[in-house]
């Protein structure tokens, strides 16, 4: 009895981290690029730049590609959270001083 339930336990494991490790594979794609869904994310956004760059030279396109290739690593970092945070955090702060500021009659 025992071993059929720990043969049960075993086959839930390995289904539920194999659905994990598929979702994070998944959501990995996306946010690279290199997924369909980000191809189809924002067609009418896609056609209208797709039109205002219709006359770019082989080379910026190859250099606006490798760029792109660049950025989405970049933006695929802890790094690059940390920094959105710290902007973030800076321009609330910034906010909040402004206002206590101005509240308090002090003109700088």
Do not use: W
């Amino acid at each position: 009895m025992t071993l059929i339930a720990l043969i049960a336990a075993a086959e839930a494991l390995l289904y539920s981290a194999s659905r994990s490790k598929r979702g994070q594979s998944r959501r990995q794609q996306v946010l690279m690029g290199n997924s369909m869904d980000s191809v189809r994310a924002l067609p009418p956004v896609d056609a209208y730049l797709k039109r205002k760059t219709a006359g770019a030279s082989r080379v910026q396109r190859f250099v606006a590609s490798k760029l792109a290739e660049v950025c989405r690593r970049a933006v695929h970092t802890r790094a690059f959270e940390y920094v959105l945070l710290h902007v973030i955090r800076t321009a609330i702060l910034k906010r909040r001083r402004k206002l206590s500021i101005s509240h308090l009659g002090v003109t700088l």
